[in-house]
């Protein structure tokens, strides 16, 4: 089961050290007392974690009408677009992998260059610079992914969203991802 919560009290046993957590939820008409007879006698794997919503739907579908006006300009599909404009402007990190798996580890992200081997104690790696997709961004990460897709357009003579609709879908994007 899952469920919203806000953390209400933490106490702490000191005989025991066992910490107690107690969170308000709403019950949205299940019964709390139905759900805890058929899961106290087990083990649960409880994850905490910032709730939030889903994000707007609007600024990422600006974003992929824009990918498609470029992608339409230059004569290439969208996907290749949104994988340029993730290298150009978005959000990456470098890792390292044992060379026999940098093919599985290139799956796992939206996008990876090679960007050559290394020895790091004694041992043969790969380095990798692997980008995250823009479903993982927060808003100053998508702004800044967004503008650079706009600027990309105003370079190619690609009319643009307004102001207004940029504003009011980042402001979207604001509302959802910070609740």
């Not at 960007?115 to 790696?125: A, L, T």
């Not at 992914?145 to 102001?163: A, Q, V, Y």
Request: hydrophobic share 35%; charged share 30%; aromatic share 10%.
């Amino acid at each position: 089961m899952e469920f919203q919560a806000k953390l209400k009290r933490i106490e702490q046993d000191y005989e025991t050290q066992k910490v107690l957590i107690t969170f308000e939820a709403e019950t949205n008409g299940h019964s709390a007392a139905n759900f805890v007879n058929s899961i106290k006698e087990h083990l649960l794997k409880v994850t905490v974690d910032k709730y939030r919503l889903k994000r707007s739907k609007d600024a990422n579908a600006l974003m992929w009408v824009c990918l498609d006006k470029i992608a339409d300009k230059i004569h290439s599909d969208r996907w290749s677009v949104y994988l340029k404009m993730l290298k150009d402007y978005g959000k990456f990190t470098y890792i390292c992998v044992k060379p026999n798996v940098v093919e599985a580890v290139k799956k796992q992200w939206r996008e990876c260059e090679e960007i050559g081997k290394v020895n790091i104690n004694g041992q043969d790696s790969v380095q990798l610079l692997c980008y995250f997709g823009s479903s993982t961004y927060d808003t100053k990460e998508f702004s800044r992914l967004l503008d650079g897709i706009i600027n990309e357009m105003r370079e190619l003579g690609i009319e643009t969203p307004t102001s207004k609709e940029m504003e009011v879908a980042l402001e979207k994007w604001e509302k959802y991802s910070s609740v």
